[in-house]
């Protein structure tokens, strides 16, 4: 096997060594290719349908150049080998997930359920996987404990230690994961947010004393670009009303296709009986899921004799007959919840279905994000504590939309003022 250059959208070549290369020619790691990044946000950015697979391959590129950053500056701080195995992490990084990414990383839909942080240490050490063998036969029993160790934020394998930055590389505030999907997100959505500059995030990140990463103070404009690049990135794509209505729609669909198979009113193919209906779902069988199994149910669906199974299909199928947002603004979810029952009583009314036609919906906790705190720079402080602009991202996000059949929005929205105007009026004067 020969070394390769990958090209790549976003930072052009690629360079994988031989070896390395035989991790990707996994079967666990091609099937990354087929598992949106995004999940369900082609619907509103029809071009945001790129995958796990290349976002994993842009990871393990900012971590090899951060690697080689940290080396220069530290001499003697971080080996070669050390170096190769958090490039290996983050190439690795995502190999667990599920179907449709963090969307579908939710009890709601396996039936065995486990985050993709545990799938893919599961895949990673079973003697069922490519990906397990080959990782172990590149790297050497020793090497391989010590990448799981890292990995999993351990302070020492084997009597070694493991300087917590190694973890903080691929998984932090600011790790190059979170560098590379935003880069590509935002590339691949077409969002114009201005976006930030990579390589003067990674020039300006060094190691302290502890062992932990910290960035210059001459870097802070970078890094206050990096996080209002997320900032926007979760208010125009994250966010975004229709994201949240299909990501709702798609776990209804899947729901309602579990209820009918154990009432034997549905017959599920293999696939999507193991992840809706197989209690002990092995780690062979779930590295064999991706998008594909749902897209394909959801084809055979739409045609379905039950009309919430049916309707949720047709309505992913062809983007018709959309439910539509309350338009109003600094709804919270105890509001929604208020909400529930009146407007549940007005759709009733209007003849659609009490429950399934008021669609709460909000970002999923899991996954991407706003800003909290733990990007440190050089003289200790967050940098949330130097910079005004990180500061205003700072506050916790929260998105609510309440989602009803169009042709009752109007009257929903004049129910739904009459309640929640005087419930935020009060919660002003408590807060004064």
Same mark, same amino acid.
């Given at each position: ?37 995004? %999940? ?160 003067? $995030? ?49 776990? #209804?669909?899947?729901? #309602? ?25 092995? $780690? ?79 970002? %999923? ?68």
């Amino acid at each position: 096997m020969r070394d390769r250059v990958i090209r790549d959208e976003i930072h052009r070549d690629i360079l994988v060594p031989a070896h390395i290369a035989r991790i990707i020619d996994t079967r666990e790691m091609q099937r990354l290719r087929f598992i949106q990044q995004l %999940s369900t946000c082609y619907y509103v950015f029809p071009a945001a349908n790129h995958s796990r697979f290349i976002h994993c391959l842009g990871a393990y590129h900012l971590a090899g150049k951060l690697c080689a950053q940290l080396q220069a500056i530290h001499p003697g701080r971080l080996s070669d080998s050390d170096a190769e195995l958090v490039q290996v992490a983050a190439l690795l990084h995502d190999i667990g997930h599920p179907p449709y990414s963090h969307l579908l990383e939710t009890p709601e839909v396996f039936a065995t359920f486990h985050s993709h942080e545990k799938w893919g240490a599961l895949m990673l050490e079973s003697s069922e996987t490519e990906v397990g063998a080959a990782t172990r036969e590149v790297l050497g029993e020793e090497r391989f404990g010590r990448l799981l160790a890292i990995m999993n934020g351990e302070k020492e394998h084997d009597g070694k230690e493991i300087e917590p930055f190694l973890k903080e590389m691929v998984s932090s505030q600011l790790d190059v994961d979170r560098m590379d999907y935003l880069l590509r997100d935002q590339a691949n959505s077409g969002a114009q947010i201005g976006g930030f500059d990579v390589d003067r $995030v990674l020039r300006a990140m060094r190691v302290d004393d502890e062992g932990h990463l910290y960035i210059m103070n001459w870097g802070l404009p970078a890094i206050e670009a990096y996080l209002v690049c997320r900032f926007h990135m979760y208010q125009q794509v994250y966010f975004h009303k229709v994201n949240l209505l299909t990501q709702s729609y798609l776990i #209804r669909m899947l729901k #309602r296709a579990r209820e009918l198979h154990e009432l034997g009113e549905l017959k599920l193919d293999k696939g999507l009986r193991s992840m809706l209906a197989d209690e002990n779902l092995s $780690v062979a069988e779930y590295s064999r899921l991706t998008d594909a199994d749902v897209q394909l149910g959801m084809m055979r669906w739409s045609d379905h004799s039950d009309d919430e199974l049916s309707s949720l299909a047709a309505r992913l199928l062809s983007r018709r007959e959309f439910h539509k947002s309350l338009r109003i603004e600094g709804l919270s979810a105890e509001m929604a919840e208020r909400l529930s029952g009146p407007l549940g009583r007005l759709v009733a009314e209007a003849g659609f279905d009490a429950k399934d036609d008021v669609i709460t919906a909000s970002i %999923s906790k899991r996954g991407y994000l706003p800003y909290s705190e733990g990007i440190m720079l050089q003289d200790g402080r967050d940098v949330s504590q130097a910079s005004p602009l990180v500061l205003s991202l700072v506050e916790p996000d929260q998105r609510v939309h309440v989602f009803v059949p169009e042709s009752v929005r109007d009257k929903a929205e004049a129910v739904a003022r009459d309640i929640v105007r005087p419930y935020q009026s009060s919660l002003a004067q408590f807060e004064d």
